[in-house]
């Protein structure tokens, strides 16, 4: 991913208002994000671990979403696999996000929903940077088609929201 600074992220958002982008917590001082290492910008809002954040290029722009985290469930017995890298997770470490649609769609309260990494570390669990704790299945994919992979079901999320814009 080519390095965003704090302008570019926050007008990337197409799923809420000027006023709550600019409001926007941002992960970290766009200087210090390893880039090179990201095919998306996500993470949580830490003032408001409610809201989440999708930073990605599509379709030659920057596209933000602006996402709510749903509650983690109470139990660890079961285990759910990331809609986005596809690291399997124990159910308390998986989250759905949910984000409005963009356009009139979203503004009449319509949204859509993916269950992914509660940290939205996919960038690095696929890379191995991240472990998760629950036994992963075997893979043959490379390191290459596992990243192509999560680019595009990233890419069909973002397509689903767009859909009514």
């Known amino acids: 991913m080519d390095p ?6 926050r007008a990337s ?12 917590t941002l992960p970290a001082r766009p200087e210090e994000i390893p880039w090179e290492k ?4 996500g993470w949580r809002d830490p003032k408001a671990p409610a809201r989440a954040y999708l930073v ?6 920057v596209v933000g979403l602006a996402l709510r985290a749903a509650a983690p469930p109470k139990s660890r017995l079961r285990s759910n696999i990331c809609g ?3 690291t399997t997770h124990g159910l308390a470490d998986i989250t759905l996000f949910s984000g ?10 319509n949204t859509l929903g993916m ?5 939205l570390g996919c960038c ?10 629950v036994p992963q299945p075997f893979e043959t994919l490379t390191l290459e088609e596992r990243i192509t992979r999560m680019e595009e079901k990233l890419h069909k999320f973002v397509a689903r929201v767009l859909e009514s814009r």
């Open 4 to 9: 965003l600074g704090q302008d570019e992220i």
């Open 13 to 24: 958002f197409v799923n809420c208002t000027r006023g709550e982008a600019k409001g926007v």
């Open 38 to 41: 990201r095919e998306f910008l």
């Open 56 to 61: 990605l290029p599509y379709g030659g722009e």
């Open 84 to 86: 986005f890298c596809t």
């Open 100 to 109: 409005k649609r963009a356009g009139k769609s979203g503004r009449d309260g």
């Open 115 to 119: 269950y992914a990494c509660g940290n």
């Open 124 to 133: 690095q669990y696929v890379r191995g940077e991240l472990k998760s704790d």
